[in-house]
């Protein structure tokens, strides 16, 4: 099945589930999300004083931890979904550091070599070119810039990709129409995780878009992975 991921159908379904998104994000992946968006900055290393593009930002995760945990200039996050960004906003009142603006990932609305570091959270399995975006990403990167990606991703395993697409096909479309009466949408989630290149063959996407230096690092026995990597 070929999904339908044009920003007109993406948004709307995020708009439908972005007031119980951040419940469904803990539920289903028992609060190891946190550690993971942590743990991929710890990885890229954040330089004192970075201006950050968050692509994709949603609700505002990656902001949040970056203006919380590391000494950051500036960090401006982007959404095409009007519901998230508002939700953005609301955890994140007072504080001048963070800016939201509505912004397609595959037409970043920014000049060349501006960003020290790019981050993507759980979005660029979510857009219809993923070489668009990630060539889009390198061009508003400053030379020397780093690029962090967190992704679910399917696992190289066949018994373990057995194994998590039933949880992804079963479990979570029945916990996101208990909580959020939204079980379609969680079934598309499920769907574009399987759709997704495994990890090796995406670092080569990212090669493909000018990013060099690129390193991966499965966790959660390869359903989520960490891609790295530095524009030159
Ligand atoms: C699964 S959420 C991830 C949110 C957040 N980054 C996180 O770490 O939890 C995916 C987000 O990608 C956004 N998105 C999808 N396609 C996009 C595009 N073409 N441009 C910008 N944002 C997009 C959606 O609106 C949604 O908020």
């Not at 890229?44 to 593009?53: A, Q």
């Not at 949603?58 to 931890?65: E, K, M, Q, S």
């Not at 998230?84 to 912004?103: C, D, P």
């Not at 998590?164 to 969680?186: D, M, R």
Request: charged fraction near 20%; hydrophobic fraction near 40%; glycine fraction near 6%.
């Amino acid at each position: 099945m070929s999904l339908d991921k044009t920003p007109q159908k993406i948004s709307k379904l995020f708009d439908g589930v972005a007031y119980r998104y951040d419940l469904l994000n803990d539920v289903m992946t028992g609060f190891s999300h946190r550690i993971t968006r942590k743990l991929g900055l710890n990885l890229v290393g954040v330089k004192p004083n970075s201006r950050i593009l968050d692509v994709a930002t949603g609700t505002g995760d990656f902001p949040i931890l970056l203006t919380k945990s590391h000494n950051v200039k500036q960090v401006i996050g982007i959404d095409i979904s009007e519901n998230m960004l508002h939700f953005a906003k609301l955890r994140t009142k007072n504080q001048s550091k963070i800016v939201y603006e509505y912004g397609n990932a595959l037409e970043l609305n920014f000049e060349a070599n501006q960003f020290d570091l790019i981050t993507i959270g759980y979005g660029i399995r979510n857009v219809p070119d993923t070489l668009k975006v990630l060539t889009e990403m390198n061009r508003v990167t400053k030379s020397g810039g780093k690029l962090l990606i967190v992704e679910a991703t399917p696992p190289q395993s066949k018994y373990l990709n057995f194994l998590t697409h039933f949880y992804f096909k079963s479990i979570v479309p029945l916990v996101a129409s208990l909580l959020a009466h939204n079980g379609e949408a969680y079934r598309y989630f499920a769907e574009s995780v399987y759709q997704f290149p495994i990890a090796p063959k995406f670092c080569k996407i990212i090669n493909s878009a000018g990013w060099v230096n690129i390193k991966y690092k499965p966790l959660y026995f390869g359903t989520v992975t960490i891609f790295l990597a530095e524009k030159p």
